[in-house]
Structure formats: C-alpha cells, structure tokens
C-alpha cells in the first residue's frame, strides 16, 4: 500500500509539475544570451525616408548627421521561426503559413500588425517593453550595411529620364536577390554585431511614410501615413501594414523585398531583461 501510495504521490507530482514547467519555458522566446546589441550614440548620417518634392518636382530626401539620444539595444538577429511560433501557439499572434518551419530560419511572411503583436507579446511575457526600430535607429544599427542609394543625376526638367534611370537600377539590383530566406547568420555580421543586416529579409520599422515638401532647409510635411510603413533591407522601401507576402503588391517605390521579417529594440529595462534571461534559463544574460 505504501508503494502504491508513493506511486500516485509520483504520479500526480508529474501531471503538477508538466504544466508548471510548459509555462515556465512560454516566454523564453528569446531563447539565446548572446542576442541584443548595445550600441552607444554617436553621429550617423541619415536621409530621410518618404517622398519628397522641391517647387513641385520629385527630390531625393535630405540628409543630415543626426545622433540618438540614449543607447540603442537591439536584437542581434530577425526574429526567427521558433521564437515567433511560441507566440502563435500561445494564442497572441495571427496563424499565419510558415514555408520552412526549421527553427534558425528567420521569420518571413510577416505583416506590420503581426510584428507590432509579437512586440506586444513578447514584452508582457517578459515584464521588458519591446518594439520596431524607427527607421533612424535601424540605419544607425546596419552602419556601414546601409546602401544610401539614390538616383542618377538627371536634369530635373525631363523626368523621363530619371524614371528609366531608376528602373535600370533596380532592376539590376533586382536580379542579384536570393528568394529563400536563409539561416541566421548566412549573411555575416556587421560592426554593430547584428547580423544579415541588409540579406535577402527586409524589415519592418516604426516609421510611417510621410510626404514633404522642401523649401530652401525646411522640411514641410504634407501627409503622414501611419497605414504604410518604412521597411529597411538591402534596400529601403515602403510597405502597406497588412502586407505578408510582397509577390501580393502593396510595395509603394522600388525593388518588392524578398521577404518580409523584423528584429526588435527594447524600450527600457535592459538589466531587466538580462535577470529575466537568467532566471528562464540558469545562466546570466550577455549584450
């Protein structure tokens, strides 16, 4: 009777002890100590992402050196497929198809609202505040991965030949892009630490896209639109917020991206995170 009794005692110990463990791992999405880069601020050069007219003929946007006010950290890697499918199976992000469900391939077929979710997520799961990098905070991270690309000199009057300079551009850059997502880590790592910045997934940002007007060094913006997005990649464009898959359309100017994923900042609490990191999984967190 004894043993039977300290059989049952076992017994339900383990139906106790699996639910406990399951919940214990369900915010572990960021699962590895060597993922988040900190960058402290310096002068970066930025342009400015939209569209932009000077005396009612399209410009480039200006730039300027700009600097961020407070240290950035930021995930090293995208968001990949293992970690985005603990929120799908916690009930916090959309269902969505995944092509190759290996778990360090990064997380493509994304939309806007699906990232902005698994920020929302993640952050409540981890007692740390995240979301999408601004378009200045994703240039500063890429560096020197950052193609400022901007058309040919053209004379402005014959805006023909601009068009057929730009679209000769892109079209070259087009045919060197690789379709296939691939693991983390296939296209290297940049001074910053992050890595593939620039590969063959683009990724969504903060930014919403804004019209402006250019009057000697003032900037007049015109139109805001929060429905369509700044998405940077190999090179930078602009996304409609429900947009999954770009072979659907939805790409406001350039090249369509391969692939549509994001990585994420944290807001504050980085030591927070790293006593989180700890606590999940017996080791202390590392930037």
């Known amino acids: 009777m004894l043993i039977a009794l300290k059989l049952k005692l076992a017994v339900a110990a383990g139906l106790l002890a699996a639910p406990v463990a399951m919940h214990s791992l369900a915010p572990a999405t960021i699962a590895s100590d060597t993922e988040f880069a900190e960058i402290a601020p310096a002068a970066f050069g930025y342009r400015m992402a939209g569209d932009f007219s000077r005396g009612g003929r399209p410009v480039e946007g200006p730039q300027s050196t700009i600097r961020l006010s407070e240290n950035l950290r930021i995930m090293k890697h995208q968001v990949t497929v293992a970690e985005y499918s603990r929120c799908i199976e916690a009930g916090a992000c ?151 898959d770009t072979r659907t359309g939805g790409c406001a100017a350039g090249v369509p991206p391969a692939n549509l994923g994001f990585r994420l900042v944290v807001v504050s609490g980085f030591s927070g995170m790293r006593a989180v990191i700890s606590n999940l999984f017996g080791r202390p967190g590392r930037s």
Request: charged letters at 20%.
């Open 94 to 244: 959309p269902k969505i198809a995944i092509a190759d469900h290996r778990p360090d391939l990064p997380m493509v077929g994304v939309s806007w609202h699906d990232a902005d979710a698994y920020a929302a997520w993640i952050s409540k799961a981890a007692g740390v505040t995240y979301r999408l990098p601004t378009d200045q905070e994703w240039t500063f991270a890429a560096a020197e991965s950052v193609k400022d690309e901007i058309a040919p000199l053209i004379d402005p009057s014959d805006p023909a030949q601009a068009w057929i300079a730009r679209y000769e551009a892109e079209a070259a850059r087009a045919a060197s892009v690789v379709l296939a997502p691939q693991p983390v880590g296939t296209f290297g790592r940049n001074s910053n630490g992050l890595l593939d910045v620039g590969g063959n997934v683009w990724e969504w940002t903060q930014s919403c896209f804004v019209r402006a007007a250019l009057d000697a060094e003032t900037v007049r913006v015109t139109n805001r639109n929060c429905g369509v997005r700044v998405v940077e990649g190999a090179h930078r464009t602009y996304m409609t917020d429900f947009i999954r």
